[in-house]
């Protein structure tokens, strides 16, 4: 197998290429890529190098997942045989400057926060969907003429280097993510399917947003305010790790008051009012409702997002440091004024279910539990769910459904085979995971149904009936355990509502990224009178018992 040739005698000085990605159809992706010209970078002072720039739009919802379009312009530097020096990502309003050394990638945030990992030398650099880098790589194996390829690309999302293999067949390659690669007559990608996905090379047409890219690449402004119908106070606590960013939200008049709960988000990198990147959960409309209805209530930036900082996990997410959080924003709410004498009770969504589940376990015991969208078998089972619904959706023949399927097992596979299996043996394509195994691993240990039957508390359990992330078999398991264990649960499932709680318009996970979306005042009413009625059990039991 050949490495690559030289950039400077090797690569058109007019290299230019475009390219659509496209699904049933229908584009959701399109990337562009051009040299330059050569460039120097202040840590290697008199070296010349080779500078890029990548654009690149991607409508999720097109695709069948969930979020708003967003553009990204990229440059990078690299030297004459493509091995990345400097990479630097503008997307969202944010910039990341990734500096790479044969031994380590380092990446400033836009925060000014740093970021360092080992890697093994990489050969290239391949970013999320950047076809264009994939076309620098098969121009530059001797020409383009078929020959194959065994090295290492770094993933900058991953921070890690990951091995890819080229295997020459008569038309292109076949890689080892199981890309099928068309050799186009100038060398380099003319076209590639993967998994139901087909990406074409196109004729070279700058966008009409490439000098402006820096404006669209901004973040559009989430212009979230609160009600003039209650208070919310900005606070902040200090976590095991990091300092939260967090907001108390209660009635206006405090003394009309008569619970308070902890709010518990769903995975991912969310803020305290439920933005995620550009998308709005909706966590502000819950819980700005509840404080008109009397629940005060705290809700706290998971790591990484709003004003708090990335962990030390940041580069291996863990389970277990969600849970520590948890703890602190539990007792930050417990030691604040506005919750001063009342009913503590914790509301999770989604993964955040499971945290109040185990959460509500331990002393001091909260007064209730809300479960909304909480699954309750094992992640791989629920993730495999959600790979057939959106295989269905999205009409995927019986192939892609079942590779799908296959990698998905092969991924828990070596998940549970613990942190000591030999992570040198890993496919390509599980490799580029193994970032995520520890986090797959320690939500595996906790069951969500050993859970529930552990929690002899009030609990309720809602669901949308449009849920596309949990499902009618995670009700079940939860209905069955509380059953058997003779539980408090009072269960509703809520007629056309999605994950997020909102009505439902038809769009599956598409319509995440739609504006105006509310979640339901039902939902809001539904937890504010549960509430209310548990507290006048309560009060009816201690006055019987003081009789």
Same mark, same amino acid.
């Given at each position: 197998m050949k490495r690559f040739l030289s950039i400077s005698k090797d690569l058109a000085p007019g290299w230019r290429v475009q390219f659509a990605m496209r699904l049933n159809d229908t584009t959701f992706c399109e990337s562009w890529g051009e040299l330059l010209g050569t460039d120097q970078d202040d840590d290697l002072p008199g070296e010349t190098l080779h500078r890029f720039r990548f654009l690149q739009w991607i409508d999720p919802a097109a695709a069948g997942s969930t979020g708003p379009v967003t553009y990204r312009s990229c440059e990078m530097l690299c030297r004459d045989d493509l091995a990345p020096v400097r990479y630097v990502v503008h997307s969202a309003g944010e910039t990341a400057v990734f500096r790479i050394t044969r031994e380590q990638v380092r990446v400033t945030l836009a925060t000014g926060q740093e970021i360092a990992a080992p890697i093994d030398a990489p050969d290239f650099l391949l970013d999320a969907n950047m076809i264009p880098q994939l076309d620098l790589c098969v121009r530059l194996l001797t020409g383009g003429d078929g020959a194959g390829f065994?090295?290492?690309?770094?993933? =900058?999302? @991953?921070?890690?280097?990951?091995?890819?293999?080229?295997?020459?067949? +008569?038309?292109?390659?076949?890689?080892?993510?199981?890309?099928?690669?068309?050799?186009?007559?100038? &060398?380099?990608?003319?076209?590639?399917d993967v998994d139901g996905v087909e990406i074409r090379h196109l004729p070279f047409t700058l966008p009409i947003w490439a000098d402006r890219a820096g404006d669209i690449t901004a973040e559009v402004p989430r212009g979230y305010t609160p009600p003039a119908s209650m208070r919310l106070r900005e606070t902040s606590f200090q976590g095991p790790d990091v300092v939260h960013g967090a907001a108390l939200a209660a009635p206006l008049n405090g003394g009309t008051a008569f619970a308070a709960a902890v709010y518990f988000a769903g995975s991912g990198r969310i803020d305290r009012h439920g933005f995620s990147g550009l998308l709005?959960?909706?966590?502000?409309?819950?819980?700005?409702?509840?404080?008109?209805?009397?629940?005060?209530?705290?809700?706290?930036?998971?790591?990484?997002?709003?004003?708090? =900082?990335? &962990?030390?996990?940041?580069?291996?997410?863990?389970?277990?440091?969600?849970?520590?959080? @948890?703890?602190? %924003?539990?007792?930050?709410?417990?030691? %604040?004024? +506005?919750?001063a004498g009342l009913p503590l009770y914790y509301i999770g969504h989604s993964q955040g279910g499971l945290v109040a589940l185990i959460l509500s376990q331990e002393d001091p015991k909260p007064a209730g539990v809300v479960l909304l969208a909480t699954v309750a078998r094992p992640i791989d089972l629920v993730l495999a769910d959600q790979v057939r619904s959106q295989a269905d959706k999205l009409a995927f023949s019986e192939d892609v459904l079942t590779r799908r399927l296959e990698d998905l097992r092969a991924l828990f596979d070596h998940v549970r085979r613990g942190p000591d299996s030999d992570k040198s043996a890993l496919p390509p394509k599980i490799a580029a995971q193994r970032h995520l195994m520890r986090w797959y691993r320690e939500q595996l240990a906790h069951d969500p149904v050993t859970a529930i039957r552990r929690t002899k508390l009030p609990i309720l359990l809602m669901r949308g009936s449009k849920d596309e992330q949990?499902?009618?078999?995670?009700?079940? %398991?939860?209905?069955? @355990?509380?059953?058997?264990?003779?539980?408090?649960?009072?269960?509703?499932?809520?007629?056309?509502?999605?994950?997020?709680?909102?009505?439902?318009?038809?769009?599956?996970?598409?319509?995440? @990224?739609?504006?105006g979306r509310q979640v339901e005042q039902s939902v809001v009413d539904a937890i504010a009178d549960w509430i209310a009625e548990r507290q006048g059990t309560i009060r009816q039991e201690e006055e019987r018992h003081a009789r």
């Amino acid at each position: 197998m050949k490495r690559f040739l030289s950039i400077s005698k090797d690569l058109a000085p007019g290299w230019r290429v475009q390219f659509a990605m496209r699904l049933n159809d229908t584009t959701f992706c399109e990337s562009w890529g051009e040299l330059l010209g050569t460039d120097q970078d202040d840590d290697l002072p008199g070296e010349t190098l080779h500078r890029f720039r990548f654009l690149q739009w991607i409508d999720p919802a097109a695709a069948g997942s969930t979020g708003p379009v967003t553009y990204r312009s990229c440059e990078m530097l690299c030297r004459d045989d493509l091995a990345p020096v400097r990479y630097v990502v503008h997307s969202a309003g944010e910039t990341a400057v990734f500096r790479i050394t044969r031994e380590q990638v380092r990446v400033t945030l836009a925060t000014g926060q740093e970021i360092a990992a080992p890697i093994d030398a990489p050969d290239f650099l391949l970013d999320a969907n950047m076809i264009p880098q994939l076309d620098l790589c098969v121009r530059l194996l001797t020409g383009g003429d078929g020959a194959g390829f065994v090295g290492r690309f770094l993933s =900058p999302s @991953a921070m890690q280097t990951i091995e890819y293999t080229l295997d020459p067949t +008569e038309t292109g390659w076949q890689s080892s993510f199981g890309e099928t690669i068309t050799r186009a007559e100038s &060398g380099g990608v003319e076209r590639v399917d993967v998994d139901g996905v087909e990406i074409r090379h196109l004729p070279f047409t700058l966008p009409i947003w490439a000098d402006r890219a820096g404006d669209i690449t901004a973040e559009v402004p989430r212009g979230y305010t609160p009600p003039a119908s209650m208070r919310l106070r900005e606070t902040s606590f200090q976590g095991p790790d990091v300092v939260h960013g967090a907001a108390l939200a209660a009635p206006l008049n405090g003394g009309t008051a008569f619970a308070a709960a902890v709010y518990f988000a769903g995975s991912g990198r969310i803020d305290r009012h439920g933005f995620s990147g550009l998308l709005d959960l909706g966590t502000h409309q819950l819980l700005d409702g509840l404080a008109e209805r009397g629940v005060v209530s705290l809700r706290y930036d998971k790591r990484g997002a709003g004003v708090t =900082p990335l &962990g030390t996990d940041m580069l291996e997410p863990s389970f277990e440091g969600v849970l520590s959080d @948890a703890r602190a %924003a539990v007792a930050a709410l417990r030691a %604040a004024p +506005e919750s001063a004498g009342l009913p503590l009770y914790y509301i999770g969504h989604s993964q955040g279910g499971l945290v109040a589940l185990i959460l509500s376990q331990e002393d001091p015991k909260p007064a209730g539990v809300v479960l909304l969208a909480t699954v309750a078998r094992p992640i791989d089972l629920v993730l495999a769910d959600q790979v057939r619904s959106q295989a269905d959706k999205l009409a995927f023949s019986e192939d892609v459904l079942t590779r799908r399927l296959e990698d998905l097992r092969a991924l828990f596979d070596h998940v549970r085979r613990g942190p000591d299996s030999d992570k040198s043996a890993l496919p390509p394509k599980i490799a580029a995971q193994r970032h995520l195994m520890r986090w797959y691993r320690e939500q595996l240990a906790h069951d969500p149904v050993t859970a529930i039957r552990r929690t002899k508390l009030p609990i309720l359990l809602m669901r949308g009936s449009k849920d596309e992330q949990a499902f009618d078999a995670d009700d079940r %398991a939860f209905l069955d @355990a509380a059953e058997e264990e003779d539980l408090d649960l009072t269960y509703r499932l809520l007629p056309g509502l999605d994950h997020l709680m909102v009505q439902d318009s038809g769009g599956g996970l598409a319509d995440y @990224a739609q504006s105006g979306r509310q979640v339901e005042q039902s939902v809001v009413d539904a937890i504010a009178d549960w509430i209310a009625e548990r507290q006048g059990t309560i009060r009816q039991e201690e006055e019987r018992h003081a009789r």
